[in-house]
């Protein structure tokens, strides 16, 4: 079975309709999900997710989020290993302010899990080594 990670960008587009991705989102996850594809969500990247769901739309939607997310995703933890990689991602692309400590910790925990494709909309997780989900 392939794994594929789940990125905050992925979700949110999922549950906000207004999203300038929700079509593109839905599209993929069919596809994803028709090829029994294993999705990966690091317990950081439900947290991010969940914050951001709680702010713009509001606690009641993030609650539901939670529940879904934590019936339909498999939830990988991340380790010390995985923050003290994070930090290294982070040092070798310092100059930009697109990347965050979630996104590098993802792509950590990635690595870790030989995870190569994202799902995704932040192009910027290629220069983190992995690739979008497209099809």
Request: charge should be neutral; glycine fraction near 2%; aromatic fraction near 8%.
């Amino acid at each position: 079975m392939d794994k594929v990670l789940v990125d905050t960008s992925a979700l949110y587009a999922l549950i906000d309709r207004s999203d300038d991705h929700h079509a593109k989102a839905v599209q993929l996850l069919q596809s994803l999900t028709q090829r029994a594809t294993e999705l990966i969500v690091p317990n950081f990247i439900l947290a991010e997710t969940h914050t951001i769901i709680n702010r713009r739309i509001g606690p009641r939607e993030a609650l539901l989020f939670l529940n879904k997310t934590l019936l339909d995703y498999h939830i990988e933890r991340v380790t010390l290993e995985d923050e003290s990689r994070a930090i290294v991602l982070l040092q070798g692309i310092s100059s930009s302010k697109n990347y965050s400590y979630f996104d590098a910790v993802a792509a950590a925990l990635a690595q870790r899990l030989a995870i190569a494709d994202v799902f995704s909309f932040d192009r910027h997780f290629q220069r983190l080594g992995l690739r979008l989900v497209t099809a």
